[in-house]
């Protein structure tokens, strides 16, 4: 990733591209499909523990209470995705967040829950139920 190149700071988040101007904008179910991904508990914990800066698996477990092979089948999910990039150190292997628009959303959420937890908690409809 870094070939030759100064080591960069390993708590850094990077941002991604930017979205192309082709005036495009993403589907609603390409943006369904990104909610989904952070609606999974696990997913989302797993980027909360990330929003400090990079962990080791060893840490996430720690942190989250997931199993390992939770932390780490979630993780090669949210690397896959692009929402988490991974940096080997010696022999163990350190995530972070991919991108500043990852925390920022995940700050957004905090705000929106600070004036609406209340009314989200009482629904019923987020919990799968009819």
Do not use: W
């Not at 840490?59 to 939770?70: A, D, K, S, W, Y």
């Amino acid at each position: 990733m870094h070939h030759g190149a100064a080591r960069a700071d390993p708590q850094a988040v990077h941002p991604l591209p930017a979205v192309p101007t082709t005036g495009a904008v993403p589907s609603l179910a390409l943006k369904a499909k990104l909610f989904r991904g952070f609606a999974d508990p696990s997913r989302l914990a797993l980027l909360e523990a990330l929003r400090a800066g990079a962990r080791s698996v060893s840490e996430l477990v720690e942190r989250t209470g997931l199993t390992q092979p939770n932390v780490s089948n979630h993780l090669a999910c949210l690397l896959g995705c692009g929402l988490v990039e991974r940096e080997a150190r010696g022999r163990f292997a350190f995530y972070r967040l991919a991108d500043a628009r990852v925390e920022a959303l995940l700050a957004g959420a905090d705000a929106i829950l600070g004036v609406v937890a209340e009314g989200v908690s009482a629904c019923s409809r987020y919990d799968g139920a009819s």
